[in-house]
């Protein structure tokens, strides 16, 4: 069997009026490509269309995985984000001012499937705090301005730490108490 795996790379031309240009590589069998991969990296191309300018990783991946099967989203987040927050609390998955800023792949590969499952589990909760128009507002205000100022302006929050606080509470009603240091 193959492996699962995508890629899109996405080149901006210096007009904005211009489209980006893309090219996507996509291996895996027939089922994953079409339930999980394409939908994931046609995403990346419809979100380079729309904004036209790279937006915060988190959001780029995190939409994208949003846009992924519900089962695989499920089993991301309960063999990757569920244990890593089990294991250390919010320092087994990314403190929100890091999971923000983020912007390696040069990392080990298990941090970075941390990275896509708690970003895909961010979209999720400020999509389902109000809707996804409200969250594109959202990219649009965080492109122009601090996170900070994103968040209060679309979701009320005051701060990071608010956001995260809201953001694990639902992680642990939805899916129990994990042990582990807290936020």
Same mark, same amino acid.
């Given at each position: 069997?193959e492996p699962?795996s ?6 901006f031309?210096?007009?904005?009026k211009?489209?980006?240009?893309f090219t996507?590589d996509?291996?895996?069998d &027939?089922? %994953? ?5 394409l939908p994931?990296e046609c +995403?990346?191309?419809?979100? @380079? &269309?729309?904004f ?7 959001? !780029? &991946?995190?939409? @994208?995985?949003y846009?992924?099967? @519900?089962?695989?989203?499920q089993v991301f987040k309960?063999?990757v984000l569920i244990?890593?927050?089990? %294991?250390?609390?919010i !320092?087994?998955?990314y ?6 800023e ?5 990392? !080990? ?5 941390v990275f896509?499952?708690? %970003? ?11 809707d &996804?128009?409200?969250?594109? !507002?959202f990219?649009?205000? +965080?492109? %122009?301005?601090s996170?900070?100022?994103a968040?209060?302006?679309h979701y009320a ?5 608010d956001?995260?606080?809201a953001?694990l ?10 042990r582990?240091r807290?936020?």
């Amino acid at each position: 069997d193959e492996p699962v795996s995508g890629m899109t790379f996405i080149t901006f031309p210096h007009d904005k009026k211009l489209s980006p240009t893309f090219t996507m590589d996509v291996h895996g069998d &027939e089922q %994953s490509l079409l339930n999980d991969v394409l939908p994931h990296e046609c +995403l990346h191309m419809l979100i @380079a &269309e729309h904004f036209r300018i790279y937006i915060p990783r988190w959001c !780029d &991946e995190g939409l @994208a995985g949003y846009n992924e099967s @519900a089962t695989t989203k499920q089993v991301f987040k309960k063999t990757v984000l569920i244990p890593a927050l089990r %294991s250390s609390g919010i !320092d087994g998955a990314y403190p929100t001012n890091q999971l923000f800023e983020w912007k390696d792949y040069n990392q !080990d590969i298990q941090r970075v499937r941390v990275f896509y499952a708690q %970003s895909c589990d961010y979209v999720r909760f400020l999509i389902d705090l109000k809707d &996804e128009k409200t969250f594109i !507002d959202f990219i649009h205000t +965080l492109i %122009s301005s601090s996170p900070i100022q994103a968040l209060k302006k679309h979701y009320a929050f005051d701060s990071l730490i608010d956001f995260q606080n809201a953001w694990l509470e639902t992680v642990r009603i939805n899916l129990g108490s994990w042990r582990g240091r807290g936020p």
